[in-house]
């Protein structure tokens, strides 16, 4: 058996259980016969990329997961995970040290009185942003948004906008939420 028929029948049969279903159930969400599905988690099928999408869909994760190396149950990152990004007064870091695709999760921090100056992204993309501590500024499309700690916003991530900590004395901590279109 090849290392990826190992990774596919390891990782099929791991998400199947976590999601508590049974061979019967799955196969009925998925549309693949149980049959396929029991030769899928053994290891001896050879699937199309057809009934890889399907099996992928069914279990909500991407093909990639799927025939990759399986993931430990956990797995601990040490403070300072993932590359920062200094703009202005400001920086960016990661909150998830893993990368989800179409979605980036970021801690934003602003020096007192600094300012970070965002860059339109790609057309239909969301973006949340929420105050943990102090206060920030958001300027969007020409508007102003104070936010407080406790505070959240969204806007269209795809006009012009950037960020500044009104506060002279005191830094101040956002999530950034960029959800990209397509």
């Not at 799955?26 to 899928?40: E, F, K, V």
């Not at 990368?99 to 790609?122: C, D, F, K, N």
């Not at 499309?141 to 004395?169: C, M, V």
């Amino acid at each position: 058996m090849t290392e990826i028929a190992q990774n596919l029948a390891a990782n099929i049969r791991k998400l199947r259980e976590e999601r508590g279903l049974t061979q019967q159930g799955i196969s009925g969400a998925s549309g693949i016969p149980r049959a396929t599905w029991a030769s899928l988690e053994s290891g001896a099928a050879n699937p199309t990329l057809s009934v890889l999408n399907r099996v992928a869909t069914a279990l909500q994760v991407s093909i990639e997961e799927l025939i990759g190396a399986p993931k430990t149950q956990v797995q601990f990152f040490k403070a300072g995970f993932g590359k920062e990004i200094k703009r202005g007064g400001g920086s960016l870091r990661p909150l998830i040290p893993e990368v989800i695709p179409g979605l980036e999760i970021s801690r934003m921090t602003l020096a007192p009185g600094g300012s970070y100056p965002g860059a339109p992204h790609t057309p239909g993309t969301r973006e949340y942003l929420s105050c943990e501590r102090g206060a920030i500024e958001l300027y969007v499309s020409g508007e102003r948004w104070q936010l407080q700690a406790g505070d959240a916003i969204a806007f269209r991530g795809d006009q012009k906008h950037s960020y500044h900590n009104p506060d002279k004395k005191r830094p101040c901590v956002a999530q950034s939420v960029v959800c990209f279109s397509g």
